[in-house]
């Protein structure tokens, strides 16, 4: 009986086995929808096979992963056009465009996982304060771009920390995420104040305004993403402190980021600052709902604050304000193209970066105007194009300006868990906002942040 | 005479072994081999390229009882669990009562209208809601229109509301379904039984109780288990309509596991498997008292 | 006489037709807000605009440029057709087995299946993503299909179904020398049509509306289904909702249709599995 059971088993093993295979047969239907990404690999395979041959013939073309249709994409583009036109005419990059920067931090967490990083692009676009955590914990997934042909020194010094780690280059800087503060000038003129007031002021001051602006206007003066919050992040920086010290959680011991927990609970009592549920909220509802008078993030949301064609004319930009008065300066949530692991001409994608984003004033040109990326190369945010007045505000230099506050950006303590800070602080504005104690709402989040910080180093 | 008998009772035999090997095999790979899996990941730690055994080896396992998020996010499920699957089955339940009347006119329309939800994805379901209610939203506008709300409320954006609304897109999702099972239970009960019932002097509440109810047992069991699984797992609508905000406070078991899969940039397997375990056990569990409530009652 | 008793029992039914409209148009409001969104533009979208507007074509072309709508469709087409053909294959057979080969190993084995019910998505996802990409499967339709051909849930559904299969019969067929898969074949799949329609509206459903793994398992743009394209739709940086909406009824009309169509059967053989 046992015996016939085994063969019973087998048999079936062999069926499912012709069943699979009877699907396999199938699985070529679903692949066909992919030929694009597949020859693309094949000709970068075929490039692996000849090496040394790979730089003359057939290997000119790269697969790079993005995010943002409005923005990056565009700058990738604008790469592609200069390469092609300077360097090599038959290049192609190939860009996928992923629909959030989660996406690529997920497919490198999954192969690096499974040890399988064939699915990943020869480039791709990866988040700041993410890169780091990565490239230690996957160190296959990346190689290091240091003797790429570029002028290092050209580039901001807090910019390039991010992407340097143990003194190897990793990836060429795209994004400058220095924050703006950008002002409706026509609706402050109604509640009587000018963008000159704005400049350089405190935040008791902007409260002042804020408060007269909702009055008159009935538009907040302010509005952020309140799940992801960004604001005392940048709120802090621009008074040069970070939410760590020494590698640890520096919230409740904190005087100034308490005292900013406090002015934001403050503002949002006042109907100055609106928290929005969550990203698409902030966008969708208050930016481009026209809720606002005023919008204050990294300079890429400005792609998102021109689409209310309406309003054009009506913007100007200028700094923070901070505590004590005196222009605040921060940067928020930049990015930078990496080289990856599963890179099939690694020196062709050295090369294509070095001749683009290494500093090609013809690249960053075309990369304000298509999408607005703000380079992070001091060099060519020296163009005509950057010193250009932009109608939508108010036909102001705005390229000029953000490029001129980057250089004030201060540099604060980086950690791997920067954005699981501002996710618990996040949660605890909510509640405070909510009428929660602000200490115990601090001390919650200090605590979840060091449990989750503990978990990874154990 | 008798021996070939035995051989086409052994050739039947093993043709119903045959049968369901493919099955078998794909559930114990497909299935029990991965939690297998994740019940020794879960006694690991580190990044998951390079991953060692945790010291103590439950580390994970006390860990997840001191997190007071993950503790949430149980929270979290069971209150969905609580309101959302009893008022569930018995709005389904009152729908097929009454859909299976048999003087009721238009029947099959209104079938299909309460169907159609089951029809619609989750993730379509869980962004059409979203949008219904957002602040500045068409339940706002209507609300405030006829003057139930003064102004706008950003119902995702408070703690109570958030969940109300995940709640009651459950409750539009999920009812027709279970309504379905329930409609084809009552329509396979004969008219007969009914009718003698109603010799006997039975009203209709006692013949729901003594006649319905026992003869549907099976069928409500098994609501009653998918439910239950369903909600523990819940996940496309934590992510796609709250996505577990505002401050977490919609997260669900799945949502938060799969943030410490993949997550805010910072993955942990060892522990998400722990937590995934965890959940399993859960499950299992209730489940499996589910199954003895049910068996008791004959 | 009778017209009379209809109409007493109708006014006596008022109170259930009402309950009954209301549910209905709770149950279909929705659906109606996502056919008018997808006319509208973003703004009237977000401002909660009701009534159908002009904007479709424009959401077309936008939705059309941005995404690969037609890759998505077609690799959901393909992903849950396939999946369903393979997937009432294998448990309509499983079903078959052990309802009327049953003795008492099987019956033990099939409550060991019955567990599986209870593993949770989430705790499978890595172990199972890697053995995908250990045996090249991620972006294709085994990757996608395989851990969710052999439900439970389907297995029992046709094991129930079968209780009304006529044993006897069996027993005449074999006399006539019809093989054992002969019997499943030719008689068990004609006679159990109606199960195998409604568990066919409900693995396509469920192939269709999947979510969580394809995220996992389809890390290709190329393969990524529809849930995968609406949800990414959602989480851009800048949302247009009009075109989302748009996304969102592309995504919901095939699975309405074949509700539609097999409705009847739907029905019919759900009844057979909750007897």
């Given at each position: ?35 694009a990404a597949d020859s693309g690999e094949e000709a970068a395979a075929s490039a692996e096979e000849a090496p040394a041959a790979a730089a003359e013939a057939g290997s000119n073309s790269l697969t790079v992963w ?13 790469a592609e056009?200069d390469y092609k036109a300077n360097v090599d005419p038959d290049f192609t990059l190939n860009i996928v ?14 192969a690096?996982?499974?040890g399988d990083y064939s699915q990943l692009p020869d480039i791709v ?14 160190p296959d997934a990346f190689v290091d771009v240091n003797d790429a042909e570029v002028?290092w ?15 190897k280059h990793y990836g060429f ?164 193209l990496y080289v990856t692991g599963n890179c099939k001409d690694t020196d062709l994608a050295k090369k294509f970066l070095a001749a683009t984003f290494g500093?090609s ?98 | ?298 | ?275």
């Amino acid at each position: 009986m046992k015996r016939r059971k085994i063969t019973a088993l087998l048999a079936s093993a062999i069926m499912v086995g012709s069943l699979l295979a009877g699907c396999a047969g199938a699985a070529p239907a679903a692949d066909a929808a992919a030929p694009a990404a597949d020859s693309g690999e094949e000709a970068a395979a075929s490039a692996e096979e000849a090496p040394a041959a790979a730089a003359e013939a057939g290997s000119n073309s790269l697969t790079v992963w993005a995010w943002d249709a409005n923005f990056n994409i565009p700058a990738l583009k604008a790469a592609e056009a200069d390469y092609k036109a300077n360097v090599d005419p038959d290049f192609t990059l190939n860009i996928v465009e992923q629909s959030q920067s989660s996406d690529i931090e997920n497919a490198i967490t999954l192969a690096g996982s499974s040890g399988d990083y064939s699915q990943l692009p020869d480039i791709v676009l990866f988040q700041d304060h993410f890169i780091q955590r990565y490239v230690a914990d996957y160190p296959d997934a990346f190689v290091d771009v240091n003797d790429a042909e570029v002028d290092w020194t050209d580039f901001g010094e807090e910019k390039l920390s991010y992407s340097t780690i143990d003194g190897k280059h990793y990836g060429f800087p795209v994004d400058n995420g220095t924050c703006i503060f950008a002002y409706r000038v026509d609706l402050l003129e109604e509640a009587g104040y000018t963008i000159d007031d704005m400049t350089d002021c405190t935040w008791e001051k902007f409260i002042e305004v804020g408060e007269a602006v909702y009055e008159k206007t009935g538009k907040y003066l302010l509005s952020m993403d309140g799940d992801g919050n960004d604001l005392f992040y940048l709120m802090l920086q621009a008074e040069g402190l970070s939410q760590f010290k020494d590698g640890k959680p520096y919230i409740t011991e904190n005087e100034t980021l308490v005292q900013i927990v406090n002015i934001i609970h403050e503002m949002c009592e006042k109907n100055v600052c609106y928290l929005a549920n969550d990203w698409g909220d902030y966008t969708d509802q208050t930016i481009i709902g026209d809720m606002v008078a005023g919008v204050m993030n990294g300079n890429w949301i400005i792609p998102t604050i021109r689409q209310v064609a309406e309003n054009s004319g009506k913007w100007e930009i200028t700094n923070m304000p901070t505590i004590n008065g005196g222009g605040g300066y921060a940067a928020n949530g930049g990015s930078s193209l990496y080289v990856t692991g599963n890179c099939k001409d690694t020196d062709l994608a050295k090369k294509f970066l070095a001749a683009t984003f290494g500093g090609s004033v013809e690249t960053y040109d075309n990369a304000l105007r298509d999408g607005g990326v703000v380079t992070c190369c001091i060099s060519a945010g020296q163009s005509d194009v950057y010193n250009e007045g932009v109608e939508y505000f108010n036909n102001t230099p705005i390229y000029a300006q953000i490029v001129e506050m980057g250089g004030h950006v201060p540099v604060i303590e980086q950690n791997d868990f920067h954005y699981t800070a501002r996710q618990y602080m996040a949660a605890a504005m909510i509640n405070i906002n909510n009428g929660a104690d602000v200490m115990t709402e601090l001390k919650n989040a200090e605590d979840q942040l060091i449990f989750e910080m503990e978990g990874a180093a154990q | 005479m008798k021996k070939k008998g035995k051989s086409i009772q052994a050739k039947q035999q093993r043709a119903g072994w045959i049968y369901l090997t493919p099955a078998t095999l794909l559930i114990f790979v497909m299935s029990f081999y991965p939690i297998i899996q994740a019940l020794i990941t879960s006694f690991r730690t580190g990044p998951s390229s390079r991953m060692k055994w945790a010291s103590p080896l439950t580390w994970n396992y006390t860990r997840m009882f001191q997190d007071k998020l993950f503790m949430r996010s149980v929270g979290n499920t069971f209150l969905y669990l609580i309101v959302q699957v009893p008022i569930m089955l018995i709005l389904a339940m009152i729908l097929a009562q009454i859909l299976n009347n048999k003087d009721l006119k238009f029947k099959g329309f209104f079938r299909t209208c309460v169907f159609l939800p089951c029809a619609v994805s989750l993730v379509s379901y869980s962004l059409i809601f979203k949008s219904l209610f957002a602040t500045q939203g068409l339940m706002n506008h209507i609300l405030t229109s006829i003057g139930i709300l003064k102004e706008n409320y950003n119902f995702l954006g408070n703690p109570g509301s958030a969940k109300a609304i995940i709640i009651i897109a459950l409750l539009w999702r999920w009812t027709g379904y279970n309504m379905v099972f329930y409609l084809a239970g009552l329509q396979g009960i004969e008219y007969s039984v009914y009718e003698a019932a109603k010799i006997d002097g039975a009203n209709s509440w006692q013949t729901f109780w003594r006649i319905t109810v026992p003869l549907l047992k099976p069928t409500i069991i098994m609501t009653f288990i998918m439910s239950i699984n369903g909600t523990l797992q819940l996940f496309d609508e934590s992510v796609n309509l709250t996505s577990g905000g505002p401050a977490n406070s919609t997260i669900t078991m799945s949502h938060y596991i799969y943030n410490n899969s993949f997550g805010v940039g910072v993955a942990n397997f060892g522990y998400a498997s722990a937590l995934s375990f965890f959940v399993f056990i859960l499950v299992a569990i209730l489940a499996a008292i589910n199954m003895k409530v049910g068996d008791t009652r004959d | 006489m009778i017209k009379k008793r209809g109409s007493v029992v109708q006014r006596r039914l008022i109170p259930s037709y009402i309950f009954l409209i209301i549910i209905s148009f709770i149950s279909v409001f929705p659906l109606y807000w996502m056919v008018t969104a997808a006319t509208n533009s973003s703004v009237d979208v977000a401002r909660g605009k009701i009534v159908f507007g002009t904007k479709l074509m424009e959401n077309m072309r936008n939705l059309l440029a941005g995404q690969d709508l037609w890759g998505a469709m077609k690799n959901s087409f393909i992903f849950a057709t396939v999946q369903t053909l393979v997937a009432l294959f294998v448990c309509s057979l499983a079903g078959f087995g052990f309802e009327l080969y049953h003795d008492k190993n099987k019956d033990r084995l099939f409550s060991l299946l019955l567990m599986a019910m209870m593993v949770p998505g989430v705790a499978t996802m890595i172990p199972l993503f890697k053995m995908m990409s250990r045996m090249g499967f991620l972006n294709t339709v085994m990757g996608f299909m395989l851990p969710a051909i052999s439900t439970p849930f389907l297995i029992m559904m046709f094991r129930q179904n079968s209780r009304n299969f006529p044993v006897d019969i069996m027993e005449a067929a074999r006399i006539d020398g019809l093989s054992e898969f002969g019997i499943y074949w030719k008689m068990f799949f004609p006679v159990m049509k109606a199960t195998f329609a409604a568990a066919a509206v409900i693995t396509f459903m469920n192939a269709w509306n999947a979510y969580l793994w394809p995220r996992v398992v389809l890390t290709d743009k190329k393969a990524q289904t529809m849930p995968i394209l609406i949800a990414n739709l959602s989480a851009g940086y800048v949302v247009d909702y009009g075109m989302l909406m748009l996304g969102v009824l592309f995504c919901s009309i095939p699975t309405m249709i074949i509700f539609f169509i097999l409705q009847k059967q739907f029905a019919e053989g759900i009844t057979g599995s909750v007897k």
